[in-house]
């Protein structure tokens, strides 16, 4: 029967000194601590009590927390929830799915919204709040959807800033090859039109959301590569069309981060129909409506395919705010 050690000092496993073995803390295989070196090097998670290495510690400031990766994980992210569409879409006026992406820079108790919102929370290492992901929207229970979330993020004290942005995914999966390259040509064209929406950092010194390397023209004679262009992309523009080739979308990447729910839900409509209006038309006659004409006549011909007078109306009052 090996000897039982009580009274005797033992090396600490990290600096060496001699300490007595009741002021040693053991950690299961890896040795045994002096208080100093433990404090350093180890914590207990306060949600799952195990101990972990230091670097693997979260510490939340709104709790007082220490957890381990694992729980904080479980305990501050989770997927959206699925929202089947009711088939209404008065107000969007587009059978096109879409999805939202909303980056904040404080979002203090947001973890109480779980399972009262459909949006979901995940981290992204670019801002220093959460980003919350809606799940596949479509019709109007879509918009209806995000206004709830923007509401409870409102009450909330929900903020952003300009690390934050709002992200627009659009759904052509059910579009051909060929309606996509409308979509994408369409999109190069007016690029002015949409800068003049958000504000002027968006455009001019964002690495998140960066000008197009290539041109509308490119688009009519990609032919069946246009998926392998795709794919070969950067997803860091204004307009990514790197999406499609993992989610089947094209993603709108321009406007700034923002938890208005009418800013976002006008935006979403704007986008959808004007998707919607250029996938049919053919490339001579988008290129023509917007390529290389006045700015007035760019601004008409865009808002005009949303066939929305309020919706008009809206946009032009952006645009003047940030003239």
């Known amino acids: 029967m090996p000897a039982v050690l009580y009274n005797v000092d033992l090396p600490c496993s990290a600096c060496g000194r001699l300490t007595h073995t009741q002021d040693l803390q053991a950690v299961g295989h890896t040795g045994m601590y002096c208080a100093n070196c433990y404090a350093r090097c180890f914590f207990t998670c306060d949600e799952c009590g195990t101990q972990q290495h230091s670097y693997d510690r979260v510490h939340h400031s709104g709790t007082g927390q220490y957890l381990c990766y694992p729980c904080d994980e479980?305990?501050?992210?989770?997927?959206?929830?699925?929202?089947?569409?009711?088939?209404?879409?008065?107000?969007?006026?587009?059978?096109?799915?879409?999805?939202?992406?909303?980056?904040?820079e404080r979002c203090n108790g947001y973890r109480k919204l779980r399972g009262k919102i459909v949006y979901g929370a995940k981290y992204d290492g670019s801002i220093s709040g959460?980003?919350?992901?809606?799940?596949?929207?479509?019709?109007?229970?879509?918009?209806w959807a995000t206004r709830g979330f923007c509401t409870r993020a409102k009450h909330r004290g929900f903020r952003v800033d300009d690390d934050c942005g709002f992200h627009l995914h659009f759904d052509v999966t059910r579009n051909t090859s060929l309606q996509q390259r409308h979509i994408a040509a369409a999109y190069a064209y007016t690029y002015n039109f949409w800068t003049s929406l958000v504000q002027e950092y968006r455009s001019v010194d964002c690495r998140w959301c960066k000008e197009l390397s290539w041109h509308g023209d490119e688009m009519q004679n990609i032919h069946h590569n246009f998926s392998r262009f795709c794919q070969q992309q950067t997803r860091y523009t204004w307009f990514n069309v790197n999406a499609l080739t993992q989610h089947g979308t094209f993603e709108v990447r321009l406007h700034e981060g923002t938890l208005d729910s009418r800013r976002i839900c006008n935006w979403v409509k704007a986008h959808l129909r004007f998707a919607d209006f250029v996938q049919d038309m053919k490339f001579?006659?988008?290129?023509?409506?917007?390529?290389?004409?006045?700015w007035e006549q760019m601004h008409k011909a865009v808002t005009n395919t949303w066939n929305d007078t309020r919706l008009r109306r809206y946009f032009r009052k952006v645009s003047f705010s940030y003239a």
Do not use: H
């Open 74 to 104: 479980r305990i501050s992210t989770w997927n959206a929830t699925p929202l089947l569409s009711n088939g209404t879409r008065t107000e969007l006026r587009s059978a096109r799915r879409f999805g939202i992406e909303l980056e904040t």
């Open 130 to 143: 959460m980003e919350f992901v809606s799940p596949i929207l479509q019709g109007d229970k879509g918009l």
């Open 284 to 294: 001579s006659a988008i290129r023509n409506m917007f390529y290389d004409v006045p």
